[in-house]
């Protein structure tokens, strides 16, 4: 008997010790939007800058290795066309982050939250007074 008190009383105590709630962001929605566009222009433009030196530093590189007839070197050669074209793949690949950035900056200027006060419609013939209760509005621009 005593086994099976002190059994259900440690089993009382750790289910009380692991009932911790974790902490919850208190973060808006347009702070969260806002973050996340911030971040997306700066990866948009690492990709663009790193691939314009990259596209620029391929194109010196293969333009002086590079020979028609093979007195060149052709594995420097060979570098700089990868460089190149792999630079120009990065660029290329920076607009799909401005686009989301700019889209994600739109959405974080549309959304509001806040508190309005509603009127509730009154049908009765008796009753001439407005009544108003606080409700709380998020607004969000529907494309």
């Not at 997306?40 to 028609?68: H, P, R």
């Not at 570098?79 to 889209?103: E, K, Q, R, T, Y």
């Amino acid at each position: 008997m005593k086994t099976l008190f002190v059994f259900l009383s440690m089993l009382q105590l750790s289910v009380l010790t692991m009932a911790q709630q974790p902490q919850l962001k208190t973060q808006s929605i347009r702070e969260d939007l806002i973050q996340k566009s911030k971040s997306q222009k700066t990866t948009g433009f690492l990709m663009l800058g790193i691939g314009a030196a990259a596209t620029i530093g391929g194109a010196v590189l293969f333009s002086d290795n590079f020979t028609i007839f093979g007195n060149g070197d052709d594995n420097a050669a060979n570098g700089g066309g990868f460089l190149f074209i792999a630079g120009g793949l990065s660029m290329l690949g920076s607009i799909p982050f401005f686009i989301a950035s700019s889209n994600n900056k739109q959405k974080a200027m549309v959304i509001h939250a806040g508190v309005k006060l509603v009127r509730i419609p009154q049908n009765s013939i008796y009753k001439n007074t407005a009544s108003q209760y606080p409700a709380v509005t998020l607004s969000l621009n529907l494309r």
